[in-house]
């Protein structure tokens, strides 16, 4: 998937990839895609349920060994 920008969590610990989204995600335009790469496994389950109470869209993940990337498009500011 293509993203707009990188958001390089690796080796971060709930709940700082999600903090770390949440300031990203507010220096983006609408409709741009964040690419946050981290290897905490709880962010399987913390970025859907952030996506849902912050208004943004939950685009998917793809995992590659113990890395995760997943995919958040600015929907809302």
């Known amino acids: ?9 690796f080796a ?3 709940p700082m990839p999600i903090i ?6 507010k220096q983006m335009k609408k409709g741009e895609v964040l690419e946050v790469t981290a290897t905490d496994p ?4 913390d970025m859907p ?7 943004q869209e939950y685009l998917g993940l793809e995992e590659e060994g113990e ?6 498009r600015k929907v809302k500011d």
């Open 42 to 45: 709880g962010i399987k389950e």
């Open 20 to 25: 770390q989204t949440a300031k990203t995600i």
């Open 49 to 55: 349920a952030w996506c849902r109470t912050s208004g």
């Open 67 to 72: 890395i995760i990337r997943v995919y958040v």
């Open 1 to 9: 998937m293509r993203a707009d920008r990188k958001l390089d969590c």
């Open 12 to 14: 971060l610990l709930c």
